[in-house]
Each structure stands twice: as C-alpha cells, then as structure tokens.
C-alpha cells in the first residue's frame, strides 16, 4: 500500500475534477492535502470534503499565472508545514474551436495557465525541495500534447511543452533526491468534458479502446503512484492514463 504519512502535499488546481481527486486520495494515503486553486470557494469546499472524512487538507488560493503568487504560496507551505514533500501541478484551461479562428490573447492565456502555470509552481518548489534534499514532481500533462487534437491546437502545443520541461527537470535535479515525472490523462469525466456536445462525446470515445471516460479518481492513483516511494527510482517519465487512446511508446 502506497503510504504518505507525514508528508506534504501542494496540488493546483485542486478544487475541481482531476485535481480535487488528486488532493482526496493523497490524503486518504496520509498526506497532509494542500489544496490550491484560483478560486477559493472551490479550494475550500475540496479541503471540507476531505476534512469531512476524517483526512487532513487546508486551502490556498492563488494565481499560478503569477510567478510571485507561486512563491510566495511555496514559502508559506514549507513554513507551515516544515517543507513541501510533493508538488502536482494540475492546474489548466481551454476551449475547443480552430486554430485560424482564434486570437492572440487566448493562446497567451493558454500557455500562460498550462505552460508558464507549471513551470512557475516546480521552480518555486524546487527551491524547497534542493534545501530539503529531496521531494517529488508530478505535473499533469495531457493525450493531446503527445499525438495531437483537433481544436485545441494551442493547449496541445502547451501540454507538449509539459512533458519536455518535466524531462527536462528530471534531469536537472535528480542529483538533488528530487523526482519528477508526468501523467497524460486522456478524456476524462470532468466539468468542461460534461459540457461537450454529445455527438463530439461519441466521436471521441470511439478511439478509445476502453470505450469509456477515464474518472477522475483514475488519474489520481498513477500520480499517487509517481509520488510515492513505489516510484523511487522513477524519473523523467511520461505515464499515460488514457484508457489506450494513443498506445504511444
């Protein structure tokens, strides 16, 4: 069994969907949850849920677009807590329509929340963990940064850019006891998937081997998984939860 007795756990994106699922099997494994999003409201009614079970969470709120937001957020986790054992970035944002159709400022916005609102986090932690002499990275990454998705050609170039930077950190700080790998979610039950038009629903389902949306709870068990000291020799990986949509080596 997977146990994070005594650790510390900062997860963006933490109020809703994949995130808040996330926040809820760490703590049901031990850890302390800290659960961090840009709305507060959704942030604390996660951590309640949590609370509510008999598990330890507390909320944070702040803008993983804003580099001095996530510092600032870090340094009060490790000073509350004594450090910072596990960071996941799962914060993200997107729409669905073409490329040519779109505007300047919404593909800023794009890598802004999912390229820049992962780099910005891990290099704050980082700064934790290189003092501390260790902790785990796990950022959430996507399908469609691998193999491509029509109408989110932005957010699939942002999530790309994920999985090359998580690598890439891998490398920087493994000689530091710090591990960081990614989780490629495919499609999955979440708020902006229930809002799909049905037939798109059905298209993408038929390139799903399993022939069904992933749960959320899902893709938490492998971050759980690349967190833990099951994973200890682990880095620089790419575990995708997709149900075989891609099957990509």
Known sequence: MIDF????????????????????????QGALSVVADLDAAAAESTAAAIRSKGDRAEALDFDVTD????????????????GLDVLVTCAGWTLMHRLVDEEPDYWRRVVDVNLLGTVQPVAAALQVMVDQGGGAIVTIASEAGRIGTPGQAMYAGAKGGVIAFTKSVAREVARHGIRA?????????????????????????????????????????GVA??????????TGEVLSVSGGLSMAG
């Open 5 to 28: 007795s005594g650790r510390t756990a900062l997860v963006t994106g933490g109020g809703s969907g994949i995130g808040a699922a996330i926040c809820a099997v760490l703590a049901e």
């Open 67 to 82: 580099d001095a937001a996530c510092r600032t957020a870090v340094e009060s986790v490790r000073d509350a807590h004594g």
């Open 181 to 221: 790998n990614a989780v490629s979610p495919g499609i999955t039950d979440t708020p902006l998937m229930q809002g799909q038009d049905p037939a798109d629903m059905a298209k993408f389902l038929r390139g799903v081997p399993l022939r069904r949306l992933a749960r959320p709870e899902e893709i938490a068990a």
């Open 225 to 234: 998984f690349l967190a833990s000291g099951a994973a200890s020799f682990v």
